[in-house]
């Protein structure tokens, strides 16, 4: 039984935080200890990394769960409370779910369509490798402050950019990586940005205040990243400069090729911008390239199946593979539907598993309030925030909670040495927000990766902005510049 008096919790935007004072810092460090322990023993010693098969990263997940209800039970916790947690992180990506779906369907019906086969042949001729990953970088992040979405301009600009740079030959981790940075930096700066809203909300600033003071650190940022990807895509070789007069003629020859195919993707664009719901733009994408499909892929689809109208569900349920005369682009010119997206949705399903059962047992407070007790300075208690929202987003799988439960832990600590709460809000998304997406089992980690077809391992180094924000931010409050203090002056 537990008792409550040894047992508490606050709500911040729909997340219950469960403090459990029965429960010691090393017994919340045991699941994560024993979580990653296996995660790298199947990394470094199980060859093809698959100790439990094609699932074992959600295996390893569940296994950590029922680790962390182990110490849960012997600390006085009830199964009650666990499941209760547990149930209130699945319904929190509930949502995600159904537009990770979606963006399964998206892929397969904009492939039978000719709209991502469009945006290769028109880009293949705009993009060349020597701009390729700098341009994407720049595409990305226009989109995504536009969106406040880096989700969605994965899902949208981000496949195009990735068909677009294979066929040029350029490392797909190097092209996700350039997205991906692209993505979190408007996801950062865009005022529609859930998580922009959140980071305020947790410290106790305004929205405004905290884009203009978080500019301060990630203007610089994406400025080197873009040098880097500038310096890349002048150095690499690539093999796609002598072969794309032969991949336009492949293209050209399979697909109905027509800048009326555009009209889909603007479509779901222009609903984005009109802050339309995410799963009605996603849908009518799916709805409308369905339609073209009919219309200017009449061949293809009878190519695929014996009905049209059977091609086309095919393509947004399950394989859809279109064959041409050139290798490069038949492994490109295929999607697996909503069927292609189920192991990231298992992933994110337990993932939500094991951070429910370590909020409910009260780990993740007691981790958190660890670290703040280290911190005596005031790099100190930056460094402390930056370790808890990485060990947040690698715990608890979920980059909401990475902001929401730093946010209420460290809010007073940072009032007491006189700091603006927006020095709080930036470091939250700093840290929080941005090095999700470098979690394979996080969820913006296992999205990204499903979306866009590259593995989080071969994006990991590419997604410059996104793992050189942290140190941006420490280093600010290394040398004091620009640490704002409550009386409105700079430390």
Known sequence: MSDDNNISEFKAKDQNIV???????????????????????????????EWFGTYTNQIILLLGGLVAAIVGIFNKVTLGRML??????????????????????????????????AMVYYGLQVLSPEIFLPASVIIAAIISIAT???????ATVGIALVGIGTALGV??????????????????MSPLSDTTNLAPAMAGTDLFTHIRYMALTT???????????????????????????????????????SPWLFLVPGAVIALILMK??????????????????????????????????????????????????NDKLNDLFS?????????????????????????GI???????????????????????????????????????????????????????????????????????????VLIPWNTCGAYQSGVLGVGVGEYFIYAIFNWLSPFTTLLFAAFRIKIKQISGKLA
């Open 276 to 325: 339309t719901k995410p799963l009605i733009a996603l849908g009518v994408g799916v709805v409308l390239a369905g339609v073209f499909a009919y219309i200017f892929q009449s061949e293809i689809l009878t190519t695929v199946s014996e009905s049209k109208t059977g091609a086309l569900i095919n393509a947004i349920f399950t394989d859809t593979s279109i064959v041409t005369d």
């Open 219 to 257: 203007v610089p940022t994406i400025i080197i990243t873009i040098i880097v990807f500038a310096i890349l895509s002048a150095t690499i070789e690539t093999s796609g400069n002598a072969d794309i007069s032969d991949l336009l003629g492949s293209i050209d020859e399979t697909f109905n090729i």
């Open 362 to 436: 009260g780990a993740l407070s007691r981790i958190t309030k660890a670290l703040l007790s280290i911190a005596t300075s005031i790099l100190g208690l930056f460094a402390a925030t930056v370790a808890s929202c990485l060990g947040l987003n690698i715990i608890a799988s979920d980059q909401y909670l990475a902001i929401v439960i730093p946010g209420k832990m460290f809010k007073k600590a940072y009032e007491d040495r006189g700091l603006a709460p927006e020095n709080l809000s930036r470091t939250l998304e700093d840290s929080g927000t941005v090095t999700s």
């Open 84 to 117: 209760t947690e547990v149930l209130e992180n699945l319904k929190s990506v509930f949502i995600p779910i159904v537009i990770l779906l979606l963006v399964g369907a998206l892929a397969g019906t904009w492939l039978v369509s000719g709209v991502i086969p």
């Open 171 to 188: 490392h797909p981790g190097m092209i996700a990586g350039a997205v991906i940075s692209g993505a979190y930096f408007g996801d950062k």
């Open 19 to 49: 403090d459990n004072k029965e429960l010691n810092f090393l017994e919340a460090l045991i699941p994560v200890i024993i979580l990653m322990g296996m995660l790298a023993y199947n990394i470094f010693f199980v060859e093809g990394q």
């Open 148 to 154: 406040g979405s880096s989700w969605t301009t994965s």
């Open 335 to 359: 999607s697996g539907g909503m069927k292609g997206m189920l192991w990231t949705i298992f992933l994110i399903i337990c993932a939500m598993i094991f951070g429910g059962i370590m909020d």
